[in-house]
C-alpha cells in the first residue's frame, strides 16, 4: 500500500509563515493536492496539481512537490487558517490516498 | 453553483447495511466521477473508492471490497455509497465529493458529510 505521512501538529504565529509536509514514497514523481478542513466542516481544496490556487484561495497558500516530499506554505498566517490540513495523492495501486492530517495552530 | 446534498443521519445496528445518497446539481453529472471518503470521529480522511457516473465503472479502496458498492441514476444526478455489514468501526461522517476521470485528480466539491452511527 501506498503511504502519505505528515507531521501531527504545527504552530506558528500570526503573520509568520507555517509549513506542512507530506512525505511518500516518489511523491515527486505524482500530483500532490491539499485540503484545509475547519471542525464541523467538510475539506475544503486549497492547492491542486502540487502548485496550483483554485479561485477563491488567498494567495498566502502555496505548494510545492520534489522528490519525496510535497510542501504547503501558508505566508502571512492569520487566525482563521487555524485548522487541519490533508494532503492527497492518486497511486496506481491504491488509489486515492490521503496524509495523516496535520493541525496548524495559530498562537 | 455546483452543489452536491447528501442524505440525512443514519442510524444502524451491527450486521445491517446503510445506502447514502448524493444528489449533484450545477454541472453535468456524468462529466465528473463521484468520490467516496469517510471520516470517523477525531480521525483523519479516509478514501473508499470512486465511481464514474457516465459508464458506472467503480474502483474501491482494498479495505472496502466486498462490503461497499456505489452506483448512481443519472435521470436525477444522484451517486449512492452502499455499505454492508456493518460494524462500530464503521461509525463515520461520509462524504461524497467531485472529481475528474481517470485519477490524478482532485475533489473540487464536497458534499455536507452524512453521520452513519452503528451501535447496538
Known amino acids: 500500500s501506498y503511504e502519505l505521512t505528515q507531521p501531527p501538529s504545527v504552530s506558528v504565529s500570526p503573520g509568520q509563515t507555517a509549513s506542512i509536509t507530506c512525505s511518500g514514497d516518489?511523491?515527486?514523481?505524482?500530483?500532490a493536492c491539499w485540503y484545509q478542513q475547519k471542525p464541523g466542516q467538510s475539506p475544503v481544496l486549497v492547492i491542486y496539481?502540487?502548485?496550483k490556487r483554485p479561485s477563491g484561495i488567498p494567495e498566502r497558500f502555496s505548494g510545492s512537490n520534489s522528490g519525496n516530499t510535497a510542501t504547503l506554505t501558508i505566508s502571512g498566517t492569520q487566525a482563521m487558517d487555524e485548522a487541519d490540513y490533508y494532503c492527497?495523492?492518486?497511486?496506481?495501486?491504491?488509489?486515492?490516498?490521503f496524509g495523516t492530517g496535520t493541525k496548524v495552530t495559530v498562537l | 453553483q455546483v452543489q452536491l446534498v447528501q442524505s440525512g443521519a443514519e442510524v444502524k445496528k451491527p450486521g445491517a447495511s446503510v445506502k447514502v445518497s448524493c444528489k449533484a446539481s450545477?454541472?453535468?453529472?456524468?462529466?465528473?466521477?463521484i468520490n467516496w471518503v469517510r471520516q470517523a470521529t477525531g480521525q483523519g480522511l479516509e478514501w473508499m473508492g470512486w465511481m464514474n457516473p457516465n459508464s458506472g465503472n467503480t474502483g474501491y479502496a482494498q479495505k472496502f471490497h466486498g462490503r461497499v458498492t456505489m452506483t448512481r441514476n443519472t435521470s436525477i444526478s444522484t451517486a449512492y455509497m452502499e455499505l454492508s455489514s456493518l460494524r462500530s468501526e464503521d461509525t463515520a461522517v461520509y462524504y461524497c465529493a467531485r472529481a475528474c476521470s481517470g485519477g490524478s485528480c482532485y475533489y473540487d466539491y464536497w458534499g455536507q458529510g452524512t453521520l452513519v452511527t452503528v451501535s447496538s
Open positions: 492527497q495523492a492518486w497511486d496506481s495501486s491504491a488509489g486515492y490516498v
Open positions: 496539481q502540487d502548485t
Open positions: 516518489k511523491l515527486g514523481d505524482k500530483y
Open positions: 450545477g454541472y453535468t453529472f456524468t462529466s465528473y466521477d
